[in-house]
């Protein structure tokens, strides 16, 4: 069974602040999600990141995947209270066909 | 271009009854995934279907199954409700696995 770490669980910071959260598994991963959901809502694609040693950019959002492949990080740069939400790292092992989630991150940027 | 859509998005059953969820995805997309998401045990994956077949099966009990028709669109079913059946049920199509696209879910409540 593949198991996602994610730390930290909570997060609540000012505006303007850095911030990074990672996932960390002992399994390899063929590709690492990111998503954000917002409160009775369904999550929402961030970033896939499939290669290892990859850093995608998504305007102030930086995804890192390990060389590994069994971790990656997300960080932020300058929150804005915009990016409130509960952010959630998802795997897909080799040819498998579902996502194995984190038990997520819940972010609370204050102005 | 039309997202995933899951009726309904609310419902109230007793328990020992019995309920049909329903999710249309993305035009195009083939694979249909569902997902049950609880405070305690976060996002857990369900079952996968594609092209009318079920692919993948989560560790649920029998009494959690579905079915996919000819134009996609998918269906859950969950007999004999227990109170820790209430959950936000969530449904995502995918076209070629590296991202999913979810619903809004359907907030289940069991009394």
């Excluded at chain 1, 409160?39 to 990859?54: A, F, K, R």
């Amino acid at each position: 069974t593949q198991l996602l770490e994610q730390s930290p669980q909570f997060l609540s910071i000012q505006e303007g602040e850095n911030l990074t959260v990672y996932c960390n598994s002992s399994s390899v991963f063929s590709s690492l999600q990111w998503y954000r959901q917002e409160p009775g809502e369904g999550p929402v694609l961030l970033v896939t990141v499939v290669t290892g040693g990859e850093v995608k950019k998504l305007k102030r959002l930086t995804f890192q995947f390990g060389d590994a492949r069994k971790d990656s990080s997300l960080h932020i740069t300058a929150a804005q209270p915009g990016d409130t939400g509960l952010y959630l790292c998802a795997g897909v092992a080799g040819s498998a066909r579902q996502l194995t989630f984190g038990s997520g991150t819940q972010l609370t940027v204050l102005p | 271009k039309a997202g995933v859509t899951q009726t309904p998005r609310y419902l109230i059953k007793t328990r020992g009854q019995q309920v049909t969820l329903s999710c249309s995805p993305i035009s195009g997309h083939r694979s249909v995934s569902w997902y049950q998401q609880t405070p305690g045990q976060g996002l857990q994956f369900l079952f996968e279907y594609f092209s009318e077949t079920q692919r993948n099966k989560g560790n649920f009990p029998g009494r959690f199954s579905g079915r996919q028709f000819s134009n996609s669109r998918s269906e859950m079913n969950v007999s004999t409700l227990e109170l820790g059946d209430s959950a936000l049920y969530l449904c995502a199509s995918s076209f070629d696995y590296l991202g999913y696209t979810f619903g809004s879910g359907t907030r289940l409540t069991v009394v």
